[in-house]
């Protein structure tokens, strides 16, 4: 029986060479059919072959990177790049405070029954009354005005939005800063009332509490917080064109605002430690979701003390507290806003 070989025949020289001659200094073409088992293959290097997956083929060729950390895995490693930013901060939440001597509720009754805490005080005037509405708007315009530029410079800046990412440490200095401030202005009737101090106090904490807002917006799309700052606009003017129309009464709901700052509170505290050790969206988008909420109500609650034709207001002195909460107030719906949008777009 005969044997079949794979190989196709050999040329017969004795035909003519099987390519013609070729000018300059081009080489021979190879000789036609296969190589012989264990002659050297065409297109390999000749032994010793090279020690490792990333050493070099052939001398003077470039090495490949350096293997992964895990064994079996000859690939390489690709070139040394930066980690995954870690995740967003949680934002910052601080129970809303309203020390006594803040509120004036000296009202007197009506026909109607109704108590306004205007009423027999330089209220009356109506002059007093826009003046101090509208030196608090302008405050207020000023300081969402620098979180603004924060924000766009820390979402549109790529460098910026890297170093913050990366140093966390400036973050929680700034937060020291943000809860050291608010605690001066809301406890202590001093520099909240005297004149340059006030304003000073306020502009440090709307810079410390502008580049917290910055640094977590950083870790969010561009889209998401755009939508985010589109939606808390809208919901701000909301409210506040309510609070200037509705003949409800948050201000006499001193206590339910009390009990509803300390819940979002000690759920904030809650949250951030289970978070910390695993991630649950659930928990996150739940706790997002009550602190805009809450946080909006909030709002009601200050625009009637800013307005002052209820029960309680704002005495006209107190024209630099009364910006911080409203400030923070929707600094706050944003930041809750931008976790839920953000959480969703993912």
């Known amino acids: 029986m005969m044997s079949r070989s794979d190989y196709p025949p050999g040329y017969d020289d004795s035909l003519g060479p099987l390519y013609g001659p070729q000018g300059g200094n081009y080489p021979p073409p190879p000789a036609y059919g296969f190589p012989s088992y264990g002659a050297p293959q065409p297109g390999q290097p000749s032994a010793p072959y090279p020690p490792g997956p990333n050493a070099a083929l052939f001398p003077g060729q470039p090495v490949g990177y350096p293997p992964g950390p895990y064994s079996g895995h000859p690939q390489p490693a690709g070139p040394p790049r930066a980690g995954y930013p870690s995740p967003p901060p949680m934002p910052p939440v601080i129970p809303p405070t309203i020390p006594s001597d803040v509120l004036s509720s000296d009202f007197c009754s009506t026909d109607t029954g109704d108590g306004f805490a205007a009423s027999g005080s330089g209220w009356d005037s109506l002059s007093i009354r826009h003046a101090f509405i509208r030196k608090v708007y302008l405050i207020l315009a000023l300081q969402l005005l620098i979180t603004t530029a924060v924000v766009a410079v820390f979402t549109f800046v790529n460098p910026v939005r890297l170093y913050v990412q990366r140093n966390p440490a400036v973050y929680w200095a700034s937060y020291a800063v943000y ?21 000073i106090l306020l502009l440090i904490f709307t810079l410390a509490l502008s580049y917290m807002t910055g640094t977590i917006s950083s870790y969010y799309d561009t889209r998401a917080v755009f939508l985010a700052l589109a939606i808390t606009a809208v919901v701000c003017i909301a409210v506040t064109v309510f609070c200037f129309q509705t003949k409800v009464d948050f201000t006499k709901c001193q206590g339910l605002f009390c009990v509803l700052g300390i819940v979002v509170f000690v759920t904030g505290i809650i949250t951030t430690i289970v978070l910390s050790f695993k991630y649950i969206l659930w928990l996150h988008m739940l706790y997002a979701a009550i602190g805009a909420i809450a946080f909006t109500m909030f709002l009601a609650y200050h625009t009637q003390l800013l307005i002052g034709n ?37």
């Open 179 to 199: 809860f050291i401030t608010h605690i001066v202005l809301v406890c202590c009737q001093g520099p909240r009332r005297k004149f340059p101090w006030n304003v």
């Open 310 to 346: 209820r029960k309680h207001s704002i005495s006209p002195e107190e024209y630099v507290f009364a910006a911080l909460s409203i400030y923070v107030d929707i600094i706050q719906i944003f930041l809750f806003l931008l976790q839920i949008i953000g959480a969703s777009s993912r």
